[in-house]
Structure formats: structure tokens, C-alpha cells
């Protein structure tokens, strides 16, 4: 069973940064597909950003382009979320998702999308002020 920790959230003013971090156990990052979500007070799960285990590509949601980067390291099997210059409309709950995926060519945002994640932390809370 995987299980993810997230850790890394707080309160920070507009412009600022945070680097939120998603421990894996269970299972190395290597075998898995991880996602960053986000749920607003009052709104949908949205997919954030999502690193592909078989070539490491990387996907970004339109509103966090530029500002956000995903990244991995493998040696502490803990997957990475850089957020600089935050905006109030970034605030909300952050969940780390990951999916197995069955082998290669099946890429993240694939699993963000339309299969659906397979394992899920229970969130950090991200709020930034105006």
C-alpha cells in the first residue's frame, strides 16, 4: 500500500514562495505517476502539476505555469512542489496523488485526467494573503 505525506504548507503573503514536499512510502516514486491537486474553499479538485515516471516528463496546469515547478528525488523517494509568486487565488488544500502505472507510455497527465490516481495524502493547507 502507498501511502503519501505531505508536508511544507502555511501562510505566506502575494509574491511569496513555498515548497511543498510528498513522501512516499510503499512503493519507490520511480514505479509511480504523481500529481500535485488543489481544492479551493467552495470549488472543485483541480490537477496542478504531475511528473511521469517512465521518462520524467512534466505537466502544468495553465494557471501555475512559470511560477510552479514539480520535481523528484529518488534518493529520498519524495516528490517536490516549488510555488513562487503566489497569488490569493492559490490558496486552497494541496493533495499529492500517485497511480501505478501498468508500464511505459502511460504518462501522468493521462491519470490526472481520465484514469484517475490511485493513492492519496491527505493534504497541506496553502494560504496565501493579499
Known amino acids: 500500500e502507498v501511502q503519501l505525506v505531505e508536508s511544507g504548507g502555511g501562510l505566506v503573503q502575494t509574491g511569496g514562495f513555498l515548497r511543498l514536499s510528498c513522501a512516499a512510502s510503499g512503493s519507490t516514486i520511480d514505479d509511480l505517476n504523481i500529481a500535485w491537486f488543489r481544492q479551493a474553499p467552495g470549488k472543485e479538485r483541480e490537477g496542478v502539476s504531475c511528473i511521469s515516471r517512465t521518462d520524467g516528463s512534466l505537466y502544468y496546469a495553465d494557471f501555475v505555469k512559470g511560477r510552479f515547478t514539480i520535481s523528484r528525488d529518488n534518493a529520498k523517494n519524495t516528490v517536490y512542489l516549488q510555488m513562487n509568486s503566489l497569488k490569493p487565488e492559490d490558496t486552497a488544500v494541496y493533495y499529492c496523488?500517485?497511480?501505478?502505472?501498468?508500464?511505459?507510455?502511460?504518462?501522468?497527465?493521462?491519470?490526472?485526467?481520465?484514469?484517475?490516481?490511485?493513492?492519496w495524502g491527505k493534504g497541506t493547507l496553502v494560504t496565501v494573503s493579499s
Open positions: 496523488a500517485a497511480a501505478r502505472p501498468p508500464g511505459s507510455g502511460y504518462g501522468c497527465y493521462d491519470y490526472m485526467y481520465y484514469y484517475g490516481m490511485d493513492y
